[in-house]
């Protein structure tokens, strides 16, 4: 499987939308919880395929961003403010979705040995229509999604048909749980009680 590194890209200062890049910002709304709220109208090439929103949360164990973006240009602001809101380093991404905007960016993130997660249900879809997601986006984008490779997650989240139980799948690469599940031996993000005390 091929991967693209985010620092193979130019660098360009997160400017709005006359400059280089997609401006991203994540703005808190919880005590450890950001977000940023991506256009409300369609992808263009002037939100880079950003109208979605994507998340981000900390642990003691480290950082976790919720999607990583249309693209690997999409993806650099998507980290450089991660990395200016928080210090923690990016151990999980979580795809919450199989549409483009929310995973083409994962090239990106798997260059850094980031563990990318989401739902076995989205596998199917993530592998044998990632190829024609990134050619609509080019359509849009244009130069924009250059350098972006379809990369699928690379552990998959199975839940038995009530969803009381969720895992990882066992043949993902990697042993440790992920970080809500109960076995999980590091901290898990914090609940709604959790916070609230």
Known sequence: MRTASCWLLPTARL?????????????GVAAGFFAHIGDKGPRTAQNEGLNAR????FTSAGAVLIDSGASLQSARPIHEERKRVMAQPLRWIVDTGEQGHRWLGNGCFAAQRVDIIAHARARADTT??????????????????????????????????????VELDRTSSLERKA???????????????????
């Open 15 to 27: 400017v709005g939308r006359a400059g280089l890049a997609v401006e991203v910002r994540f703005d």
């Open 128 to 165: 044998n229509r990632g190829n024609g997601q990134l050619r609509r986006l080019r359509f849009t984008l244009g130069a924009k999604a250059n350098g972006a490779v379809p990369t699928p997650p690379t552990r998959w989240l199975v839940c038995n048909t009530n969803h009381t139980h």
């Open 179 to 197: 970080p809500w599940t109960s076995r999980y031996s590091a901290p898990a993000v914090p609940t709604a009680s959790a916070r609230s005390s």
């Open 54 to 57: 994507r998340g981000l949360a």
